[in-house]
C-alpha cells in the first residue's frame, strides 16, 4: 500500500463591494508520505517536535482555547515567528524539506490543551 | 461575517487526505480561520540570493505561500535573518522544489518574516514565489 498525501488550501476573500475572491491552493500531492500523527500537551518553553526526514510536511493545529502565545522555530535559539496567542489558534501546513526536528516555545504549559501535528 | 469598510474579510481553511501503510485514509478538513479586518496583500517575486525581508501587511492573520514548478533554490522559513529556520524547498532535482504551504499568526501579526533563498551557482530563483496574505 503506497503511502499518500494530498493537501490544498481552500477559502476565500472578500470585499465590499468588490466581490469574491476563491482560495484553491495548488493540490500539493506527496507520493511518499510519512503519515504520523503526534499529539502534545505543549511544555512551558522550548519543545522540540521530531520528525522523519523523510517527511514533507505538517498540518499543526493549536487549540485556540489556549491562552499561550506560541512560536515557530528552527532551534531554540531562534527568534522565530509567533503562530499563535490566547485566542487565535487554528490550523495550518508547513512544508519540511530534510528536517529532523523543529521547535514550538510555548510560553507556558498548556496544561489540559493539545497541539496536534499530522505528518505527511 | 461582515467586513470593516476598507479591508477584506477572509476564511481560509486545509483540506488533505492522507492514506497509511495499512490503507487507512485520514481526511483532514480543518477548522475554518476567518479574519474581519484581512488585509489587500499579495505579491509573486523571483527571490533573489540571501535573506529575503517579507514585509506583513498590518491585519494579517496569515499567509498562503507557493513555490511554482520552476522553484529551483534552498528555501528556508525564519523569523528574522540570523535564524537556524526551517529548511521548506530544495532544488529542483530533488522534486522538493514546489510546494504550498501556510502560516498562521497570533493576534498581532509580525511586521515581517524572512525566506532564505540559496542557489547554486548565486543567482536569482527562476521560479516565481507568491504570498497571498489574509
Do not use: H, W
Amino acid at each position: 500500500m503506497s503511502l499518500t498525501a494530498s493537501v490544498n488550501i481552500k477559502g476565500y476573500i472578500q470585499a465590499l463591494g468588490a466581490g469574491r475572491v476563491e482560495i484553491d491552493s495548488i493540490v500539493f500531492d506527496e507520493a511518499t508520505a510519512i503519515p504520523t500523527k503526534v499529539v502534545l500537551e505543549l511544555a512551558s518553553g522550548a519543545n522540540t517536535i521530531s520528525c522523519s526526514s523523510s517527511c514533507r510536511g505538517v498540518i499543526i493545529t493549536n487549540n485556540p482555547a489556549s491562552t499561550r502565545t506560541k512560536t515557530l522555530k528552527g532551534v531554540a535559539g531562534d527568534t522565530g515567528i509567533v503562530i499563535a496567542s490566547s485566542g487565535f489558534g487554528g490550523t495550518f501546513v508547513l512544508l519540511l524539506d530534510t528536517v529532523t526536528s523543529f521547535v514550538i516555545n510555548c510560553s507556558g504549559a498548556d496544561t489540559g490543551i493539545l497541539t496536534e501535528f499530522q505528518f505527511f | 461575517m461582515a467586513a470593516i469598510p476598507g479591508t477584506k474579510i477572509s476564511s481560509v481553511y486545509v483540506n488533505a487526505t492522507i492514506t497509511d501503510s495499512l490503507g487507512i485514509v485520514t481526511e483532514i478538513t480543518s477548522l475554518v480561520t476567518e479574519n474581519p479586518v484581512a488585509p489587500i496583500g499579495s505579491s509573486r517575486i523571483k527571490l533573489p540570493d540571501g535573506n529575503n525581508t517579507i514585509i506583513v501587511p498590518s491585519g494579517s492573520r496569515g499567509v498562503i505561500i507557493t513555490f511554482n514548478d520552476d522553484c529551483d533554490s534552498f528555501k528556508t522559513l525564519k523569523g528574522v535573518a540570523g535564524d537556524t529556520g526551517i529548511q521548506v524547498a530544495s532544488p529542483f532535482l530533488s522534486v522538493r522544489n514546489s510546494g504550498v504551504f501556510m502560516l498562521l499568526f497570533g493576534a498581532s501579526p509580525p511586521a515581517s518574516f524572512v525566506i532564505g533563498s540559496v542557489l547554486a551557482p548565486a543567482g536569482i530563483d527562476p521560479g516565481f514565489t507568491e504570498f497571498l496574505f489574509f
